[in-house]
């Protein structure tokens, strides 16, 4: 009787696992490529504001993400060497950090913003009062945006693993996460 169970390479993640990778992928890659260009004068509150929302919804999204991740392995492929899986996995490993650390140095930034242009008054998150962080004396905006540049390679390294495997290993590495 011949095996028909597919190797861990071959399983697709999940419809849940693949649409939370790509609604948080596109926010992520446009508030990266946007996000010096928002915060322009400090008198301004359209950009900025919409930039911190949409980054407090991606704060919000990887809370539920990493829920998701931990009650629900992912399934890891088992070809490739050494190398390449843990490689692979302190990636994955520091995405999901910058996931975290990136929204919660923008919280700390955007409360210097707000401080600076418009005094004491809470920030606004899609319209609802969101609270100002303490002044810790550090420059948020520099961790925040050499942060994000950090983030940028980390992506570019992501992408060029997947299309590495798509056009070079020929595996469907990629295929796993399209929707």
């Keep these: 009787m011949e ?6 390479s071959q399983v ?20 990266l490529f946007f996000g010096e260009h928002t915060m322009g004068s400090h008198n301004a509150r359209f950009l900025p504001s919409l930039h911190a929302s949409t980054g407090a919804v991606v704060l919000l999204l990887v809370s539920f993400r990493l829920f998701w991740r931990w009650k629900h392995r992912p399934p890891m492929p088992t070809n490739g060497s050494r190398f390449e899986r ?10 999901y950090a910058a996931m975290v650390f990136i929204p919660l140095t923008g919280w700390f930034a955007y409360t210097e913003h ?48 997947a299309l590495k495997h798509h056009f070079y290993n020929k595996d469907n590495t990629l295929e796993r996460m399209l929707p």
Excluded: C
């Design 3 to 8: 095996e028909e169970a597919k190797t861990q």
């Design 12 to 31: 697709k993640y999940s419809r849940t696992a693949r649409t939370l990778h790509w609604v948080m992928a596109l926010p992520i890659i446009a508030l």
């Design 86 to 95: 843990t490689a692979a996995s302190l990636t994955h490993l520091a995405l």
């Design 114 to 161: 707000v401080r600076r242009s418009m005094g004491t008054r809470p920030a606004s998150w899609f319209g609802l009062r969101i609270p100002l962080l303490p002044d810790f004396g550090v420059n948020w905006h520099m961790i925040h945006n050499w942060g994000g540049k950090l983030v940028l390679a980390l992506i570019a390294v992501h992408i060029a693993a």
